[in-house]
């Protein structure tokens, strides 16, 4: 099991940035593809971005393509996520989560994945 930890959201005007970050312990990540999905108030968890183990496949969400960026860094067993051009409507509670098997993919369903953070609020005001 992978125990994963978010960081760095927390309250920003519409047009800022913000850099989450999402910290594994127990097992390296390194052989999973990994995701972020956000949930807002009374809606479903939704995809967001997603990056395969090597690196080389990334997938993004309609809503934030061109916006935001997903990357890792397996020496620091951790997964980013860069929010540029932030808006309200980027408002949620934001997730990582790790591909369900050994395997250089990542999916935008949210049964595909495994061992989920708590989760780090972003805000965005207009």
């Known amino acids: 099991q992978v125990q994963l930890v978010e960081s760095g959201g927390g309250l920003v005007q519409a047009g800022g940035s913000l850099r989450l970050s999402c910290a594994a312990s127990?097992?390296?990540?390194?052989?999973?593809?990994m995701a972020w999905f956000r949930q807002a108030p009374g809606k479903e968890r939704e995809f967001v971005a997603a990056?395969?183990?090597?690196?080389?496949?990334?997938g993004y969400a309609d809503s934030v393509k061109g916006r935001f960026t997903i990357t890792r860094e397996d020496g620091k067993n951790t997964v980013y996520l860069q929010m540029n051009s932030l808006k309200p409507e980027d408002t949620a509670t934001y997730y990582c989560?790790?591909?369900?098997?050994?395997?250089?993919?990542?999916?935008?369903?949210?049964?595909?994945?495994?061992?989920w953070g708590q989760g780090t609020q972003v805000t965005v005001s207009s």
């Open positions: 127990g097992r390296s990540l390194s052989v999973y593809g």
């Open positions: 990056i395969s183990w090597s690196g080389d496949s990334r």
């Open positions: 989560a790790r591909f369900r098997a050994y395997d250089n993919m990542w999916s935008r369903d949210t049964g595909d994945y495994r061992d």
